[in-house]
Structures are given as structure tokens and as C-alpha cells.
């Protein structure tokens, strides 16, 4: 296992990745092969060039060393191919925002998702995680991550705008988030915009899904402010745009910026986390077999779980931590040079463009033995090492950690209780695992399973009797 070494003592590697696409550079490989490239990076430093399209870039390969990173925002500022594109469609939201104004966004947004107001989102996760349920017939081929994203994009929705979303607009939000943080990926790693600016059905798709998510928000928003007001994101945003509370107010576009961030961020990436989650304990038998005995004895008869129910449910987050691990949705980042600095020993000039994937870093076997192997009980209470928590970060580190962490933990854990507490999913016969196709986030996008009653459906909203386990 590799220990935390003082920065002055450690020598790091730096590296060259070897060139096979002269003209787009390794945009390529990281879109066609992109695990494949990843894991091959390691071999050539610690801090290792690429090249994206006319670009250069330096891949961190090293936990300790992005941290580095990360916790140095002012020198390592939000930028760079990804961000850059993503401002096209969130503005300047949190997300995309540069180091100087994160501060007043983040403080503004963060009372929606404090610990302690988390706890009241608990029934309304596990509502919608019913509503799955009850539209799953047992013993029928479901589509598992389109339910997936069904369930994150009325979670988020909700938080964000209460009920302002009917349910086929929350569908069509839903498809459109599907199609643009696919065109956003191949836009990332290959920044020739001439490409995109072809009136290819691909490209029509993208500009139709962007121009009609912004539609939705810009309705949403006129429709409150003809209305009553309300207690969640939406109804902060327009408070602080009126300068409620003394503070100067923010503008329109402002209000607009946040709510499409937080519901792009807050859709795709939690409903691949629940598809991995499901995928990874229908293959490994052992890791479902402890989760069903915990939410039997937690949840008993499938019963609905509420914010007491959290603790006692540590296999489960267990599950959900090994799958962040295994699969992070969030796998590829990028950090741009505010100023020149040095690097693991690397003068890099200004402006350059700094990536980390926390795939690399969950991948790492000095990090994590036998990485490839699914084993939730790695983050059992006292069992991971300092060295293993601070190689974990699906959700960044530093000050521009993601603002929903802990809520994005909390949903994933009641959404996994309740659909798990009451039915089992398994593999089509003749499944076959292939590499996840890359986007913006990744993981499967099209999983079909099948679908097994656990409990029945009259004993879900209470502690009835137990109804045995299919397995």
C-alpha cells in the first residue's frame, strides 16, 4: 500500500504519451478507447503530456499530485477543453465559474444542500424510487438506465423547481441531457470547432436538445414568477434576484446559469451510478446476497426507508462507494493554468491545460489492490486507509468539491434501498460486458435487465410480514 510521502521528498515522473494521430492527437484514443488509454498513461509518469487536437495537454496520473491540483484553484482554475464547452451551456454557473466569483455561488446555493436539509429530501427520493418500482412488471426485460435517469431527473427537478415540470416535459429533459452530454465529450477531446459547425444530423441533434433544455428552464422560471412562491432552489434564486436580504442582487441570466447547472450535474451522473450499481451486484452474487440481508433486517418487508433509516444502511452505501470507485460516472476533468507554475517538476506556461480522471485514480493498484475487482465491504466503517479516501474522489476535492456531494450520496443510497429492498435485477442471457461508450460521464447508457419481485408491493410501505428473498 502507498504511503502519503512529503511533497520535498518525493521525485516525480514526467512523461510523454507516444503520438499515433498526428493531426487530432490522442482526442482520438481518449474517444475511442478511452479506459484503455487511461490505464496506459501510469507507464509514462506521474505527469505525462498529451495532445488534444492542436493542443497540448498534462495528464495527472497520481493521487497526491492532483490533489496538488485541486487544492490550488487559484493557479488551477476551472478551464480548459471541458469547461470550456460546458460554459456554452451553463453560462457561468458554479460549475463552470472561475476562482473569483465561486465564492458568492456556492454560498448562495449551498443552504439547498446542507446535511441537514438533505434529510428532508429522504421521502421524496424514495417516492420516486416507489413510482420505478411499480412500473417494473417482474419477471419482464426493464430498461434500466432510462429509468435510472427518469428517477434522477424528477429527484433534481423537484429540489430544484418543486412541481414545475409535468411528466412529459421531465421526459423530454431527460432524452436532451442524454444528447448533449454526448456531443460535449467529442467536442472536449477533439476542439476543431469547423467539425461542428457541419450540418450533420449529429450536430442538429446536439443544437435541438441544447436550445430546448434552455426552453424549459426559461418557462419554468416565468411561470414561477407569476406564481406563488416556493421554498427550494428556484424559489432562492428568485428571492436573491430581487436582492432579498440586503445582498446585491444577481441578474437573470444568473438565475438561469445556476438552475441549468445544477440540473445537468445533478441528472446523468447519479443514473449511471444506480445502472453501474445494479450491473456490478448482478455479477457479483456475494456483494448482493450481504446487501439484501442488511436491507431485510433494515428495511424488513421492502417498507419505505426514512432519514433514521441512513445509518443503519452501510452496506448500502458501501454498494454505492465501491460502484463511485469501480465505475465513476465522473471519470474525466480538466484544470487550466492561471499563471505560470511548476509541476512535478514540469515548468507549464499559462494557460495550460491540466487533466485528471478519477478512473486513472480508482484504478490505481497501489491505491486500491486488484482494482478491477467489485468489493463494497474496501469502505467499511475503519477499513479504508487514509491513502485509499484521498485516492477516492468522484466528486473533486478542495474548495471546488461538488456542492451536492453528500446529497448526490444520500439519493443514490435511498434510491438503491428502495429499488434493491424490492426487486433484484439480472443480466439478459447472453449478456456481455463491453466498455461503457464515453461521454461527458460515463457508464451504460442502454441497460436492458431483468426484473424479479423481492417483496410484495402491499408490504412496501410498512414492516409486514417478510417475504423471502428469490435468490
Not at 416556493?230 to 444568473?254: H, P
Not at 450520496?409 to 435511498?414: F, G, K, R, Y
Request: charged letters at 25%; one cysteine or more.
Amino acid at each position: 500500500m502507498s504511503r502519503v510521502v512529503p511533497e520535498q521528498e518525493r521525485t516525480w515522473r514526467t512523461g510523454t504519451a507516444p503520438g499515433i494521430f498526428p493531426l487530432l492527437g490522442h482526442g482520438i484514443a481518449l474517444y475511442r478507447r478511452p479506459l484503455a488509454f487511461l490505464n496506459s498513461l501510469p507507464a509514462h509518469g506521474d505527469l505525462v503530456e498529451i495532445r488534444l487536437g492542436p493542443r497540448r495537454a498534462w495528464m495527472v496520473c497520481h493521487p497526491e499530485l492532483t490533489h496538488q491540483v485541486l487544492m490550488d484553484p487559484h493557479t488551477f482554475d476551472k478551464g480548459g477543453p471541458l469547461y470550456d464547452r460546458l460554459g456554452k451551456l451553463m453560462g457561468d454557473g458554479l460549475v463552470t465559474c472561475r476562482q473569483p466569483t465561486h465564492r458568492d455561488k456556492r454560498r448562495l446555493l449551498q443552504p439547498g444542500f446542507r446535511p441537514s436539509h438533505v434529510a428532508a429530501y429522504t421521502d421524496l427520493v424514495a417516492e420516486e424510487a416507489e413510482a420505478v418500482c411499480d412500473a417494473w412488471p417482474a419477471g419482464r426485460a426493464v430498461p434500466v438506465t432510462e429509468a435510472m435517469m427518469g428517477l434522477t431527473t424528477r429527484v433534481i427537478s423537484r429540489v430544484l423547481l418543486s412541481d414545475s415540470l409535468d411528466d412529459a416535459t421531465t421526459a423530454e429533459v431527460r432524452d436532451c441531457l442524454t444528447e448533449v452530454v454526448r456531443g460535449l465529450f467529442v467536442r472536449t477531446v477533439v476542439p476543431i470547432d469547423a467539425l461542428f459547425r457541419l450540418p450533420t444530423p449529429a450536430n442538429r441533434r446536439y443544437r435541438h436538445a441544447l436550445s430546448r433544455l434552455h426552453a424549459v428552464i426559461d418557462q419554468a422560471i416565468a411561470q414561477r414568477r407569476g406564481g406563488a412562491d416556493r421554498d427550494d432552489v428556484l424559489g432562492t434564486l428568485l428571492a436573491a434576484a430581487r436582492g432579498d436580504g440586503g445582498a446585491a442582487a444577481i441578474t437573470d441570466q444568473e438565475v438561469h446559469d445556476h438552475l441549468i447547472t445544477l440540473l445537468l450535474t445533478g441528472v446523468e451522473a447519479p443514473a449511471l451510478c444506480l445502472a453501474d450499481a445494479f450491473s456490478l451486484l448482478a455479477r457479483h452474487p456475494e456483494a448482493e446476497r450481504r446487501l439484501h440481508a442488511e436491507l431485510d433486517a433494515v428495511l424488513p418487508g421492502g417498507r419505505r426507508p426514512g432519514p433514521e433509516d441512513l445509518a443503519h444502511l452501510v452496506q448500502t452505501r458501501c454498494v454505492v462507494s465501491e460502484t463511485l470507485r469501480h465505475s465513476s460516472p465522473g471519470w474525466l476533468f480538466t484544470r487550466v493554468a492561471t499563471r505560470e507554475t511548476e509541476l512535478a517538476g514540469c515548468r507549464l506556461p499559462v494557460g495550460a491545460n491540466v487533466l485528471y480522471s478519477p478512473y486513472l485514480l480508482h484504478h490505481d493498484p497501489s491505491s486500491f489492490p486488484d482494482p478491477e475487482r467489485f468489493d463494497p465491504d474496501r469502505w467499511l466503517p475503519g477499513t479504508p486507509t487514509a491513502a485509499q479516501r484521498r485516492a477516492l474522489m468522484p466528486f473533486s476535492a478542495g474548495n471546488r468539491k461538488c456542492l451536492g456531494d453528500e446529497f448526490a450520496m444520500v439519493e443514490a443510497t435511498l434510491a438503491l434501498a428502495t429499488l434493491a429492498g424490492r426487486r433484484r435485477l439480472r443480466h439478459l442471457p447472453g449478456y456481455v460486458e463491453r466498455a461503457p461508450r464515453p461521454a461527458i460521464t460515463l457508464g451504460h447508457r442502454a441497460l436492458f435487465m431483468v426484473c424479479e419481485a423481492r417483496h410484495r408491493a402491499s408490504d412496501s410501505r410498512t414492516a409486514g410480514d417478510h417475504v423471502a428473498d428469490n435468490a
